[in-house]
Nanobody
Framework: QVQLVESGGGLVQAGGSLRLSCAASGNIFSIEVMAWYRQAPGKQRDLVARVTGVGRTNYADSVKGRFTISRDYVKNMVYLQMNSLEPEDTGVYYC????????????WGQGTQVTVSS
């Protein structure tokens, strides 16, 4: 089992910045991919950014050039630096971890609210 705890959400004006953090604990050696998803009100949960075990990153088109995902393999943390925030970035942000087991298992944090005011 893997436990994920997010922090760093809040209310920010458009154009501002926030940094989300996610702490992983438990069977961390099984984690291959860590990612951030967000869910806006009334919408599905979508991938924002992901980072693999070797540091390869992918971003949603809507956040490219504004958000940066990073991973600290020693502290078992993953971060999401969000710059130039837009009202459309509002939502609940969830930390996700995917195991490297034969049948991958998804783990989720409880989510942290990000609200961007115009």
């Amino acid at each position: 089992q893997v436990q994920l705890v997010e922090s760093g959400g809040g209310l920010v004006q458009a154009g501002g910045s926030l940094r989300l953090s996610c702490a992983a604990s438990g069977n961390i050696f099984s984690i291959e991919v860590m990612a951030w998803y967000r869910q806006a009100p009334g919408k599905q949960r979508d991938l924002v950014a992901r980072v693999t075990g070797v540091g390869r990153t992918n971003y949603a088109d809507s956040v490219k050039g504004r958000f940066t995902i990073s991973r600290d393999y020693v502290k078992n943390m993953v971060y999401l630096q969000m710059n130039s925030l837009e009202p459309e970035d509002t939502g609940v942000y969830y930390c996700n971890a995917v195991s490297s087991t034969l049948v991958p298992v998804n783990y989720w944090g409880q989510g942290t609210q990000v609200t961007v005011s115009s």
